[in-house]
Each structure stands twice: as C-alpha cells, then as structure tokens.
C-alpha cells in the first residue's frame, strides 16, 4: 500500500462529502427536520464502501492508524454530520502529514500536492471558508 492509494480514498470520500454538501439548503432549520438531512443510502454505501476498502488494505501497514479517523468521518458522514465528516478527514490529512515528517511514509510531490487540493476542496465545504482563514486547520 502506498500514499497514493490512501490519497485515491480520500479523493473519492472528498467528492461524496462536496456532493452531499450541494445537496444541502444553505441554512437547515431543525425543527422543520427534526432528524436533520442524511444523504442518501446510496452515498453512504459508497463512502462506506471506500472506508472498508482502506481499512483493508491497510493493515499490517503504517496507515492502519488511520482506521479511527475513518471511522470517526464514516459515522458523521452516515448521521448527516458533515462538518464532523469534514474535520476527520482534515485530521487524517493531517496525520498523514505528521508520519511523512516522522519518516514513516514517503510522500512524492505529487501526493503533497494532492493532499494540499484535498485540504483545500474541503475547507472550501466548512463555514467561514474565508481567505483570511488559509492555512487554517492545518495542524502543523
């Protein structure tokens, strides 16, 4: 497993959560919906599906211990939480970038400058996503 295998999951959870996010009215009133607004059953499968593809092939890896932040985004992702969903990829970006720095994973440049498009759509989908705020949430 390498860096970009991860990155190539954490593409596809990126475009179902900016997918998810255009489907939502710009304010969501909860009384109306007591339950909130879920995407649908078949975005879930799909995000679910990209979680356990990862959380497969990386075991016995140095990436298995992003398993938690996968979960962390799979289950706000499934209750329709997805600025939850957001901040645990962003976490797992962020983790991803402390191992490089500790020399458990090589990165190449094009997977830094994945990570960085990554970590821009999905600031992009968080409230306040100002151009003051970048650089913000990047942990290091």
């Known amino acids: 497993m390498h860096t ?36 649908t059953l ?12 990862l959380r497969v092939q990386s075991a016995g890896t140095p990436y298995k211990s992003l398993n938690d932040s ?6 706000a992702f499934e209750a329709g ?3 939850g969903a957001v901040q645990s990829l962003l976490g797992l970006l962020d983790q991803l970038e402390r191992m490089k720095c500790d020399g458990e994973i090589e990165v190449g440049r094009i997977d ?16 306040g996503n100002k151009p003051e705020l970048d650089g913000a949430g990047r942990g290091m």
């Open 4 to 39: 970009a295998d991860i990155l190539d999951v954490i593409g596809g959870m990126t475009s179902q959560l900016k997918a998810y996010a255009a489907k939502l009215p710009p304010i969501v009133h909860l009384t109306a919906v007591p339950g909130g607004v879920k995407p």
């Open 70 to 75: 996968l979960i962390e985004s799979l289950e």
């Open 112 to 127: 830094e400058k994945r990570m960085a498009e990554y970590r821009a759509a999905l600031r992009k989908i968080l409230p």
């Open 42 to 53: 078949e975005a879930i499968e799909t995000y679910e599906n990209l979680v356990s593809r």
């Open 81 to 83: 939480r997805l600025f």
